[in-house]
T-cell receptor, first 116, second 112 residues
């Protein structure tokens, strides 16, 4: 099946620094990528949807200046957590999908971010 | 507003028996549903899906049932195996795109 690679799998950073997470579709072209965040014992929460070459659409309550998303190519999307704070510590997951087929999206392995 | 709900946070089942995981949704525009399995510190992996034109879809040990009038779907795993122990999320999508709304997950433990 299709593979989505997310890197890094774990990152620890200091408060105030920025962290970039990459999401790559390895064997298909993903016109749409999604970024999710999961808090412990909670559901995956959609943060934003990005289409290649256009600005990301953020869900309500997600700060677009804090969570910068770039979808520069059909195989790569990045999420940059800027000026990270301890409350940003979470598990971040990307998924990639091919339009126009709906349904099955392929998920990355996730990134555990810890801000100290 | 949680549009997809999994009201049972955990479930324990004996190996070899049937596991039934439930999911309810509120948005009548949802027409495609999926179940994902997730191990700790890993991304979700796709299990099985169903579109609203069907009421049942089967894939090996996994069967998903959809009751549109009740806005309810369920995942049956039979026979359950210890390797099935994981958190299971249901997710729903509307025709408009690939955006999914997830339930809060049910942690399944299959006891050997």
């Amino acid at each position: 099946g299709a593979v989505v690679s997310q890197h890094p799998s774990r990152v620890i950073c200091k408060s105030g620094t920025s962290v970039k997470i990459e999401c790559r579709s390895l064997d298909f072209q993903a016109t749409t990528m999604f970024w999710y965040r999961q808090f412990p014992k909670q559901s995956l929460m959609l943060m934003a949807t990005s289409n290649e070459g256009s600005k990301a659409t953020y869900e309500q309550g997600v700060e677009k200046d804090k969570f910068l998303i770039n979808h520069a190519s059909l195989t790569l999307s990045t999420l940059t957590v800027t000026s990270a704070h301890p409350e940003d510590s979470s598990f971040y997951i990307c998924s990639a999908a091919i339009r126009p087929s709906i349904g099955r999206a392929f998920f990355g392995q996730g990134t555990r971010l810890t801000v100290v | 507003d949680q549009q997809v709900k999994q009201n049972s946070p955990s479930l324990s089942v004996q190996e070899g028996r049937i596991s039934i995981l439930n999911c309810d949704y509120t948005n009548s525009m949802f027409d495609y549903f999926l179940w994902y399995k997730k191990y700790p510190a890993e991304g979700p992996t796709f299990l099985i899906s169903i579109s609203s034109i069907k009421d049942k879809n089967e894939d090996g040990r996994f069967t998903v049932f959809l009751n549109k009038s009740a806005k309810h779907l369920s995942l049956h795993i039979v026979p359950s195996q210890p390797g099935d122990s994981a958190v299971y999320f249901c997710a729903a999508s509307a025709k408009s795109g690939n955006q999914f709304y997830f339930g809060t997950g049910t942690s399944l433990t299959v006891i050997p």
